[in-house]
């Protein structure tokens, strides 16, 4: 079975460009999350689906962050403009659905972010 | 969310025993993880345990839960240089975002 996969691997941008980042979680998984994990901290949940649908939104930076996941598949994450802060891995993760007891969490590799 | 503690930085030597532990902070979490990440690599699932267990053991890993004191620990047993990473102890409550800790760097020495 194929795991979450994320594109680009690594992105290096100067401060006030824009960036986006692609995610496409394991198949049959409805619930897909977008995590920040900057350096030396834990991941940080910045927005979650459930299908197209945002469950949580509440930590987004939603003045320069921004979501989407139409079909209820894939998603992109997008910042405009970028902040030297935001600089760090993001991480995107998929479960199967929310609230089943198989709602385990699985991660792709990242999108390493360093904004000059 | 509240903090879920863990201690920075644990060096064992190979072959030993390894005992990571956390303290969580939702009396009503569902699950709690443990995950371990590699140096440039994605976070890998190693296991979880359910609220209403207090010990879950897998091959090398055993996972002992303390409700009252909220606390969670891995224990990793004949621990190998491969198991060098940084290991991040979470908690959630079922179908909700995960709440991590800062994550406790492992080292295994010859």
């Known amino acids: 079975e194929a795991g979450v996969a994320q594109s680009p691997r690594y992105k290096i941008i100067e401060k006030r460009q824009s960036v986006a980042f692609w995610c496409n979680p394991i198949?049959?998984?409805?619930?897909l999350y977008w995590y920040q994990q900057i350096l030396g901290q834990g991941p940080k949940l910045l927005i979650q689906f459930q299908n197209n649908g945002v469950v949580d939104d509440s930590q987004l930076p939603k003045d320069r962050f921004s979501a989407e996941r139409l079909k209820g598949v894939d998603s992109t994450l997008k910042i405009q403009p970028a902040k030297l802060e935001d600089s760090a891995v993001y991480l995107c993760?998929?479960?199967?659905?929310?609230?089943?007891?198989?709602?385990?969490?699985?991660f792709g590799p990242g999108t390493r972010l360093t904004v000059l | 969310g509240e903090d879920v503690e863990q201690s920075l930085f644990l060096s064992v030597r190979e072959g030993d025993s390894s005992v990571i532990n956390c303290t969580y902070t939702d009396s009503s979490s569902t699950y709690l993880y443990w995950y371990k990440q590699e140096p440039g690599a994605g976070l890998q699932l190693l296991t979880y345990i359910f609220s209403n267990m207090d010990m879950k053991q897998d091959q090398r890993l055993t996972v002992l839960l303390n409700k009252k004191d909220k606390h969670l620990s891995l224990r990793i047993a004949d621990t190998q240089t491969g198991d060098s990473a940084i290991y991040f102890c979470a908690e959630s409550i079922s179908g909700y975002a995960l709440n991590f800790g800062k994550g406790t760097s492992l080292l295994v020495t010859p």
């Open positions: 198949s049959g998984h409805a619930t």
């Open positions: 993760a998929s479960s199967f659905r929310q609230g089943y007891s198989t709602d385990t969490q699985y």
